[in-house]
């Protein structure tokens, strides 16, 4: 899974018919800035409305999924949504001039085509993931879906569909990790069952429908009458059922096409979360229904779980790991750069340090006289200290070795830090430390507030062969 946010390098349009509205579009994708996310524009309409891709506009799920913002809607999302999250693009602008993406061939092959002859550029932020935690579910026991996430390491998803068909049988499907979409998962077509295209084609439902763009499964004898009608209704000189129950149609791209094309449709719906995942997603019988409420869940819990972040626990009187003595063994720096006080908590993958900021700080005599505020760099290099001894930890022997901060980004200060605060610094790997490499993302607390954010990249060099194109430390 990449680290970085993407974009496209540059604009490019697929043109074709909307499978439900019957409406010819043109639908271009283009460049976007960083944390710009994905978002569809109806550039058709008055003000060219923007809706976001996020699921909080999904306004209905009935024949597919459709986003729906101030009276504007985009129909039929999911394919091209799978397409850019297949491909790990962050940030993408897609204006339409009619209501409905285009349905292509019934798969995301179209889209992913298209996006990856104009090719993929890759930014300068980091993407932000999340982490499952713990199990969510989801269940729906009138229609059977059982759906539920469980951690992980990477982005994954296993899907069963069992329809009662002897054609379909019990399908299963797998994708391990979001590299093998383009590969495996994308050219799957949508289908559906005879009897629901007859129901649809007597409502008018599906006037963009074409024999060429879904895959119609006929488990039922069908009279020369029954075909002759659909070959009519089709434009097609003479419609027949295959053997292995297809309607007219080519043969199937894999034995599991169906059950390929409901783990597409998991990644497209899931994409409305707003922030790609690292879980394990086990789906049975899935829809279009269930996957929106699914990733309400999800995003709901994510908020839930942002909002009630709180602070590392801490009193004076609680054990302390590393001591100022400990910490001056492990980081070379001194008066009147040692920025940290003591560690509290330290694992594999996080630490917890104090800073207690007293009056007597050599940098309030100038910032500001009368109004004594932390500086924000000082701040960070704390914040930077604490996230050394955290790579420091990851070596057998630490006073070998040098920290050096790589990069610091997506900085931000939301409160001034005075005199007489207790500044806590938690900070975590975002990856696992390799070659040396550690990515951490780190928070600074004031009581329980939340004074400054940010990311960092430090090198762990060896002090007897110190190599670094980087001055930074």
């Known amino acids: 899974m990449s680290e970085k946010q993407n974009t496209i390098k ?70 091209s949504l799978a397409a850019i999250t297949g491909l790990e693009i962050d940030n993408v602008l897609i204006e339409l001039d009619g209501p409905e993406v285009p349905i292509m061939d019934g798969s995301s092959k179209p889209f992913l085509d298209a996006l990856l002859d104009i090719g993929i550029q890759e930014q300068t932020l980091h993407r932000e993931y999340y ?59 949508t289908f559906c069952f005879l009897h629901e295209l007859e129901a649809l084609l007597a409502n008018n439902l599906i006037k963009g429908g074409d024999l060429n763009n879904a895959i119609v499964i006929v488990d039922r004898v069908v009279s020369e009458g029954e075909l002759d009608h659909l070959a009519e209704l089709f434009h097609k000189p003479k419609v027949e059922v295959k053997k292995e129950g297809i309607l007219n149609n080519l043969q199937l791209r894999y034995q599991n096409e169906p059950a390929r094309h409901k783990l597409l449709d998991i990644v497209g719906d899931l994409a409305l979360i707003g922030v790609p995942l690292r879980a394990h997603v086990l789906a049975a019988r899935p829809g279009h229904a269930s996957n929106v409420e699914f990733a309400k869940k999800i995003k709901k819990m994510i908020k839930e779980e942002r909002r009630n972040q709180k602070a590392p626990a801490y009193n004076s009187n609680q054990r302390t790991i590393f001591d100022i003595n400990q910490i001056a063994k492990l980081l070379p720096h001194r008066y009147p ?99 040396g490499i550690c990515h951490m993302r780190g928070a600074a607390y004031v009581g329980d507030k939340i004074v400054t954010e940010a990311e960092m990249m430090a090198q762990i060099v060896k002090k007897d062969i110190e190599q670094l194109t980087t001055v930074n430390a």
Request: hydrophobic fraction near 40%; glycine fraction near 8%; charge should be negative.
């Open 337 to 435: 750069m040692l920025m940290i006080d003591k560690i509290i908590e330290i694992s594999d993958h996080h630490v917890v340090g104090v800073k207690n900021v007293t009056m007597n700080e050599w940098f309030f005599q100038g910032h500001f006289p009368g109004n004594p505020v932390m500086p924000g760099v000082m701040q960070i290099e704390a914040m930077a200290q604490t996230g050394g001894i955290l790579a420091l930890n990851s070596v057998t022997n630490p006073q070998d070795y040098w920290t050096y901060f790589l990069k610091i980004e997506n900085v931000r200060f939301k409160q001034k830090v005075v005199p007489g605060d207790t500044l806590i610094f938690k900070l975590e790997l975002v990856t696992p430390i390799r070659r």
């Open 131 to 189: 982490d499952l935690k713990e199990n969510i579910s989801y269940f729906d026991n009138e229609k059977k879906v059982e759906m539920v996430a469980i951690p992980d390491d990477m982005y994954k998803i296993t899907v069963m569909v069992d329809y009662n068909s002897p054609v379909l049988g019990t399908q299963h499907a797998r994708m391990n990790n979001i590299g093998e979409f383009a590969r495996e998962i994308g050219a799957c077509r």
């Open 10 to 79: 540059t604009a490019v349009t697929v043109s074709g018919i909307g499978l439900h509205t019957g409406t010819d579009v043109n639908m271009t994708f283009k460049p976007a800035p960083e944390n710009h996310g994905i978002k569809f524009q109806r550039i058709d309409l008055p003000d060219k409305p923007i809706i976001e891709a996020d699921v909080d506009y999904v306004v209905d799920v009935s024949r597919g999924t459709t986003l729906g913002k101030g009276g504007a809607r985009v129909v039929t999302i999911e394919h």
